[in-house]
């Protein structure tokens, strides 16, 4: 998932909107984010294992190879770090409901991931027996067709509750941003494993970060209604 964890976010600034756009981004993120940060420290890793599903077929692993993306992707720790991260936006805002949707845009990660990822999310961290996963992966056309559907749909839901930009250049950049995010996506189902897998993490974090600050600027621009 990519478009999708974007669509949570549009989703989510309807639904909340004191909650700025780039901190939405960021939640739907977080897990991807910590993923980053454990590939770079050493904490988990990736491997390239054809056939687990047609997609660029990246698996992740901790050091002992006995859990996969566990401490940034299993279920109880999704739920430790959306936890965190809305008791901190709480204790600077005092907004429980706004805190409350944070919370549920950082668990929605897992909850997206478990329907398109082949069976290697995990409930709890170190355990290498239990993986979870529908693999809407394992056919092209229907990651299209029900992400990007998905997308599509939160766009629109997005652009119906937020102001129109002041210039034409807002407009743009909101357009220009989300079809990049398009592509990326794209490139992720159908393109092949990265050449250096030791950049995953440092190119990935980049990407991510400026996503977030194109959320933030677009929030700035483009303001609920």
């Known amino acids: 998932m990519l478009t999708g964890h974007f669509a949570i976010a549009f989703i989510g600034k309807r639904a909340e909107g004191k ?5 939405l981004v960021f939640a739907c993120l977080l897990s991807d984010f910590l993923w980053c940060v454990f590939m770079i420290a050493g904490i988990e890793h990736v491997r390239v294992k054809q056939g687990i599903t047609i997609m660029p077929g990246m698996r992740a692993i901790d050091v002992l190879e006995a ?5 940034s992707h299993s279920l109880l720790m999704t739920g430790i770090w959306g936890a965190l991260l809305a008791l901190l936006y709480f204790s600077r805002r005092r ?3 706004a805190a409350l949707m944070l919370f549920a845009v950082v668990n929605s990660h897992w909850i997206l991931d478990f329907i398109s990822h082949p069976p290697d999310m995990q409930l709890v961290p170190g355990d290498g027996k239990q993986h979870l996963g529908l693999g809407l992966w394992n056919s092209i056309p229907a990651t299209l067709l029900i992400e990007g559907a998905f997308w599509v749909a939160a766009i629109l839901l997005y652009i119906r509750g937020a102001r129109r930009p002041r210039s034409r250049i807002g407009s743009l950049a909101f357009w220009i941003g989300c079809v990049i995010v398009t592509a990326a996506w794209i490139g992720n189902i159908t393109g092949p494993p990265p050449a250096e897998l030791s950049t995953i993490g440092f190119t990935s974090l980049s990407f991510f970060s400026l996503t977030v600050g194109w959320a933030f600027w677009m929030n700035r621009i483009r ?3």
């Open 19 to 23: 909650l700025s756009l780039g901190t």
């Open 67 to 71: 859990s996969e993306i566990s401490y």
């Open 95 to 97: 907004n429980l409901r």
């Open 223 to 225: 303001p609920n209604q």
